[in-house]
């Protein structure tokens, strides 16, 4: 039932860059077929949660369904499917969690409406490897430390697992954005009497497992990322939906543009740049041997981002081989990170991105490191492809190779590069983390926002071999003009620039 892992439409591009960054996977890739295959080969019972005593369409059943869908999970055995019917809407709170499990299925065919009742959402126990990550990034960056929400769904440790489903799941998220970006709990510093200020739930998260098929359901406006694929090994992600309330976010944006414009004292962009986001990544990845295929995302914040893996990381020591095309995504970015340094060497190598339509997107191609830098942590960003995306009218950078952009609802600025660079001069970069081998190839944008791009190497490790292959940017009227006046703030990177590519980006 699942289509080979490898596209009868692919060809290894014939130059050294591409072969370094395929030869890996097309060399696992008949294991990799095996492997999730096999998921979908296993027959045994269907689990229909209302067996468990969910109760459709009942707002006061929230509690009683995560707790029937739960039971469900927790019964079923290698080949069983937990089924949510189609055509019926299961209210729930956060904690619905499966953990070491094997072949099974999770059939998201109804959907399930997050219900956000901030006091009796369960709290998450952090004892997972992306709860740990979480938990000491964030007090790295001075941000919330009051723990963490428990995710709406969460799968930990699990082989041959399938959530699939033509079903919705609804994260309610307006009323945790406005809490979090405009609410008590958006404030910097966070108030006196925050305990409330738990982070944010993500809809669905598969952690630590493996021969892993997520396909066709929706995620709809979830508190904070939507999907989240962490130290997982083989997996595919096909024909997913990633749909955030545009309306309820332009609105929270103004509040903040009005804050912004009263804290600057003038008008530092155009009226429509609206660089604040809610932190909704669309996809995110870490581990090796993923393929994301096919998906749609209209988010606010990176629509796919593949997230690094260091020595002490579970599926991988780096995150590679993961190949993401044929989608259309509408956010701030197709990204790589961000990468933060670590003592065990954080690492994303060996990543294609091709075959993307990228409709008035915030950002566009996204690669980007972590302020963090301290003595003995190292990271590295190597051997990175984008090829044949058309941006269209893109609404902040079109490209940006460099230190992340980011300040969270909550947190303090600390070292991170500003959202209002260049107005804000803040954007330092670091020595600990290499860019190299990234290229990008027949990249199409045409009428963005802001100028070019930004592209900022360290001055004592700089961005090398850097290739810009038919990177066309094709401004008119007003386009591109501001804040470099149509040419690329480049910095501390090496590399050419062929193919018809322009502007020249001049590299060193």
Known sequence: QLSNIVPASVTIMPTAQSVRSWGSLWSRSSFLLTGISLVSTCTGATLDIREQGAVAGLVSAAANNTAAINRALATAVDGDTVLVPMSLNFHILGGVTATNKSGLTLAIEGNLTALPDFTRWPLQAHSTWAGRQQEQETTALGGNQNGAYAHIIHLVGCTRLVVTGSGTIDGQGAAWWARYVVGPCGSDPLPHNSSGCHRRPKALVIEMSSNVLLENITSLNSPSFNFDLAQVAHAEVRYVVVQTDLKAIRGLKGVMRQRRLKRLGRMFAPHTLQPEDLNTDGIDTSGHDVWIHHVTIVNDDDSIAVKPSSGSSFASTCTENILIEDSTMTGFGASIGSVPPNVNHNCVRNVTFRRLAMPETG??????????????????????????????????????????????????????????????PTCPTQACVSFTNITLRRISVTEPLLSPGVILGNASNPIRNLVFDGVVITMTNDSGLFPFKREYRTENAFGVAIGGTSPDPHFQ
């Open 363 to 424: 950002k566009g191609v996204y690669i980007k490191s972590n302020p963090l830098c301290q003595p003995g942590s190292t990271g590295e960003i190597s051997n990175i492809l984008y090829e044949d995306l058309i941006i269209t009218k893109p609404r902040w950078w079109p490209i940006w190779i460099g230190p992340q952009q980011q300040h969270e609802p909550g947190s303090k600025l600390g070292q991170d590069c500003s959202l209002e660079y260049p107005i804000v």
